[in-house]
């Protein structure tokens, strides 16, 4: 098994990532080679100084970088030599299994979608966020902003998606699905949600349990919560401002730490043929660690299959 890292994306690279991919080697019981992407004399005196295993790791040098505000598309055809680009092309030619990176999103989105393409049937790839639950349980919403206006038929394979995601990474065995609206009863709510609900009403391949409301993301009412992605991405980052605001008046308990993206590393592009993790630009160590270690279990899951599987 082999990872590629982008070394490249984020605030703090590549010192962090570096750090990252150092901590997983040293944690991992069966770690996966790693090929780190990047300008190759700066990552040779990070590997000294660390002292990270080399048999561990492969480098393969990119000259360009895909800053954080440059527009997507163009600057993957005016920048080949980027550790995005060439990340990406590594995926597609089959000499990385999984790619991951803490740079340009719009970039990561473009190159998982025109690289290695969507899995067939699937109408449009998402991506996911962790919900910590009350409780202590996880859950998972989706779409979290790669579509912020969405069909009917996209929410129904969204719920299948994010169903084989927490059944596979999260261990829920049944997961219980719902549908983010303005009210519990069926028939409530805007055009997309009254066409939505009786699609996953009817889907066999999936635990539907009715409409969610804004009060029930942090419940235990469902595991998989579906949602057009503008909606999503405003529930991310509410959930995300928990966490500043506890950091920031000095408010210790173990329920809001669990708000702390680092403990989750990066979104997964779901829907894509192989994995593709997309980190938060303020990533440290912990968080890059933490995306690799969700690449390989993806791998070993063979997550993407089974969401082929279930979409047929």
Known sequence: MTIGLDMMGGDFAPLEAMKGALHYLQEADHPATLVLVGDEPTLDELISEYKVPEDKIKLVHAEQVIDMHEHPTKALKEKPKSSIAIGFHLLASGNIDAFISAGNTGAMLVGALFSIKALEGVLRPTISTIIPKENGGTGLLLDVGLNADCKPEQLNQFAVMGSVFAQTILGIENPKVGLMNVGEE???????????????????????????????????????????????????????????????????????????????????????????????????????????????????????????????
Request: contains cysteine; proline residues 2%; aromatic residues 8%.
């Open 186 to 312: 069926e028939g409530k709510g805007n055009l997309l949600c009254q066409a939505t609900y009786p699609l996953l009403k009817e889907n066999k391949h999936i635990n539907f349990v009715g409409n969610l409301e804004g009060r029930d993301v942090f419940l235990d009412k469902a595991d998989v919560m579906v949602c057009e992605g503008f909606t999503g991405n405003i529930i991310l980052k509410l959930a995300e401002s928990l966490y500043d605001i506890t950091q920031r008046k000095k408010i210790q308990h173990e329920y809001f730490d669990r708000f702390n993206f680092e403990n989750y590393g990066g979104t997964p592009v779901l829907g894509v043929n192989k994995p593709v993790i997309i980190g938060h630009g303020i990533s440290q160590a912990k968080s890059f660690k933490n995306m690799i270690v969700l690449a390989q279990k993806m791998i070993d899951k063979k997550v993407m299959q089974r969401m082929k599987e279930e979409l047929v």
